[in-house]
């Protein structure tokens, strides 16, 4: 049981701005080549740049990486289960 909440704990390893892992995602929310935005163990995540690429998610293990040319991340609070939207329900930034 240890091992499973280990992996659930959210940690952002930053590699220049090429390369971000994460670690306690949950979800993902939306992407696309200029955002990705995860719901994580800490709350919601989003990585903004250009060309993002999902290149390994691991819900099971709650691991992400990602490529491309990261220029910002942004936090926000904990996710409501009422307040999840979906790819289509997302308002503008």
Known sequence: M??????RQHVLTMEGRARARLSGVIAVSCFNEKEI???????EIALLGEGLHIEQLNL???????????????YNGPVKHRER????????R
């Open 37 to 43: 935005v995860l719901e994580t163990s800490e709350g």
């Open 60 to 74: 099971d293990e709650g691991k992400l990486d990602v490529t491309g040319e990261i220029a910002g991340v942004e």
């Open 85 to 92: 939207r979906g790819l289509f329900g997302r308002g503008k």
């Open 2 to 7: 240890e091992q499973g909440m280990n992996a």
